[in-house]
């Protein structure tokens, strides 16, 4: 994906929103749209941004697991088991 050629100022969206949506079924980068020549937003296929957001709750999990085994915050797999065998 290039970023650059996803770049699109505002008057784009706003003259071409029915026609962005339909380009999403075919390409589903997102597009990056500016004001002023600043990027203010980005749009995107609401299926990808899905896929965005549960990876980025695993990259958040992963995250507390490691700062709580840091911490030394776990129990060995034995103590963790061994109550269910009950």
Do not use: C, W
């Not at 999403?24 to 899905?50: H, L, R, S, W």
């Not at 958040?60 to 030394?72: M, T």
Request: net charge negative.
């Amino acid at each position: 994906m290039s970023l650059a050629k996803q770049i699109r100022p505002i008057t784009y969206l706003k003259s071409s929103a029915a026609e962005i949506v339909k380009e999403f079924a075919v390409n589903p980068d997102p597009i990056i749209i500016t004001q002023n020549g600043e990027a203010k937003m980005v749009v995107m296929d609401i299926a990808e941004y899905e896929k965005q957001q549960e990876a980025l709750a695993l990259l958040k999990l992963l995250a507390l697991g490691k700062k709580e085994f840091a911490e030394g915050k776990f129990s060995d797999a034995h103590a963790f088991l061994d109550p269910m065998d009950d």
